[in-house]
């Protein structure tokens, strides 16, 4: 890597190194997006969307250069998919960590397992390459974060979750 832009890709690809463990690297992503995470949940819902979009945006980007650049497809180091997943499921969950620590369980289980419809989506995005690859490369980590955002906001409103 000679180049600042293969710097700049490795770096926002790999979660700044977090991706490049030889071990569950999508869990160390997870892992190491908790405090960004915290973080941003301590904003208004207007700024999570703009932030959140701006990650899955420059994320599909990084997907996009890393796997040209290392000339894989899909390649196991990629965690920013992660990273905005993890966003995404913990939405609601505030600061509080019994929220944060369920959110975080529940995508990695849907991460991994990929039940119905994120598991279509991933098995499209193998097929695709370029852009479109990108694309369902983060899309089957947003649709995780989603569907666990929903189920968090709804063990809230029954009361269950904080």
């Known amino acids: 890597m000679k180049k600042p832009k293969d710097v700049a890709v490795t770096l926002v690809a790999t979660f700044f190194g977090s991706g490049l463990l030889p071990k569950a690297p999508g869990t160390a992503g997870t892992v ?15 700024f999570r969307l703009i932030f959140w979009t701006l990650v899955i945006a420059g994320g599909i980007w990084a997907a996009r250069e890393y796997d040209q650049l290392m000339g ?4 196991y180091s990629i965690v920013i998919v992660e990273v905005a997943g993890m966003g995404l499921a913990a939405w609601g969950a505030g600061a ?14 849907l991460d991994i397992y990929k039940p119905s419809p994120i ?10 390459t370029g852009t479109p690859g ?29």
């Open 96 to 109: 509080e960590p019994i929220t944060l620590i369920l959110a975080f369980i529940a995508f990695r289980v």
């Open 119 to 128: 598991r279509q989506v991933d098995e499209w995005s193998k097929t695709q």
């Open 134 to 162: 990108a694309i369902g490369v983060m899309a089957d980590d947003v649709i995780a974060g989603i569907i666990v955002a929903i189920a968090v906001a709804l063990l809230q409103w029954v009361h269950i979750l904080p």
């Open 72 to 75: 894989s497809h899909d390649n």
């Open 32 to 46: 190491a997006s908790l405090p960004l995470v915290a973080l941003v949940n301590m904003t208004d819902s207007s």
